[in-house]
């Protein structure tokens, strides 16, 4: 194997004197679907937190692309191929799904104050462009027809759609998911996994998910890495994964396990 696109060495975070990331080294290879697993309070979200900008590390390295990220604001982060959803919805619920995903462009965008006021040909042109572009990745993620509703009006399994074209808007290289089937249905569930394939599959896009859906994890991933109190405990393919003894005992149970098994 080669370099990975994402190359995260000995990140450690704490919060008032609790290590909420412990010395975690995680490799992530290009074009690839991996997750990241844990019960609540594990450190995965403030893993992927660190990855974005929105905490800084204490200590570690972060390299993207073999470029660091460190020191890096969120939106610059964004700009260098990383996008991602979070675990709450977070739509603008007063603005069109269409709307919504043009937002995820603002990074790609080339227009200073006067084009934007004056709305000089130049403006409209590349508004055109974004319009399109919006349009074109709602029909991607399921959703072509529904551009012109409220954000609001959708059923929660398609605002998560939304939330997904809006991170895909950027190009990213690589898209976080926090737990993008968090209240999904079972055919729900089976669909968004279809869609992560199609993610990496038709535009190539890196795909990591915080998940705790066991199913889907099993299901869809290449590569698990397991967190515990903030320690990487486990790391493999879905079956290394699933017949690691402290994995079975402390996330999966056993219960969980020989269902996930079968």
């Known amino acids: 194997m080669g370099r990975p696109l994402l190359d995260v060495k000995n990140l450690v975070k704490s919060f008032s004197g609790i290590t909420a990331v412990k010395d975690v080294t995680i490799g992530i290879e290009e074009k ?22 929105i905490y800084k590390p ?3 390295q972060i390299n993207f ?13 964004n700009a260098a191929g990383i996008s991602r959803t979070f675990q709450s919805i977070r739509l603008f619920p007063g603005m069109t799904v269409l709307e919504n995903v043009m937002v995820g462009e603002t990074a790609r965008l080339n227009m200073n104050l006067v084009h934007t006021l004056l709305r000089t040909p130049a403006f409209q042109r590349q508004e055109m462009r974004v319009r399109q572009k919006a349009s074109d990745l709602l029909r ?3 959703l072509a027809g529904k551009g012109d509703e409220l954000a609001r009006n959708l059923p929660y399994g398609d605002q998560r759609r939304v939330e997904i074209a809006r991170a895909l808007a950027s190009d990213p290289r690589l898209i976080l998911l926090d737990e993008p089937t968090a209240g999904m249905n079972p055919q729900e569930s089976l669909e968004a996994m ?13 795909v990591v998910l915080i998940e705790h859906d066991m199913k889907v994890v099993m299901g869809i991933s290449e590569h698990i890495s397991v967190l515990d109190y903030g320690e990487k405990i486990a ?9 690691n003894p402290r994995v079975i005992e402390a996330y999966l149970g056993r219960r969980a396990a020989q269902e ?3």
Do not use: C, H, W
């Open 235 to 243: 790391e493999g393919t879905p079956e290394e994964v699933r017949s």
């Open 260 to 262: 996930s098994a079968q």
């Open 194 to 206: 279809n869609l992560f394939r199609q993610i990496r599959d038709e535009l190539g896009v890196t």
């Open 140 to 142: 991607f993620v399921g």
């Open 58 to 60: 204490d200590y570690g």
């Open 32 to 53: 690839s679907i991996s997750a990241i697993i844990g019960p609540n309070g594990a450190g995965k979200t403030t893993f992927f937190n660190l990855l974005t900008g």
């Open 65 to 77: 692309g073999g470029r660091s990220l460190l020191g890096l604001s969120p939106d610059r982060v």
